[in-house]
């Protein structure tokens, strides 16, 4: 059986990316390992508290040989747009959910609007990824 373990998300900032997602979202960290052998490299991965199969990985946007600048430099663009990656969870209320993250200083780019699959609000992390937020059913 394959199951999905990790996803990965852009980040311009790994210590910002990280500071949103553990004080604001509520995740917990999974793994903050820097390797010297690969040009000091961080692997950074939060995840949800009670879903410990699943984990984000949080990487910096890296410089050549990886990618060359032109490149670095979409990856950016996309993400202001909100274009370069999206995390969709669900919530069993995602009113009481809105209000919680809200209070930790999250910052929504909606409230929470009824939709034929359910109710879903969004938001986005300090380095553009759109993050959607569902109630379904």
Known sequence: MIKIST???WVHDQDAALE???RKVGMEV????TMAEMSGFRWLAVGLVGQPDIAITL????DAPVMDTETADQVR???AKGL???IFMTTDDVHTTYKELLDRGVEFVEEPTKQPYGIETSFRDPSGNHIRLAQLG
């Open 20 to 22: 949103f997602y553990t």
């Open 30 to 33: 999974r793994a903050d390992v």
């Open 84 to 86: 370069a990656g999206t």
């Open 59 to 62: 990487v910096a946007i890296p």
């Open 7 to 9: 996803v990965q998300l």
């Open 77 to 79: 663009g996309l993400m």
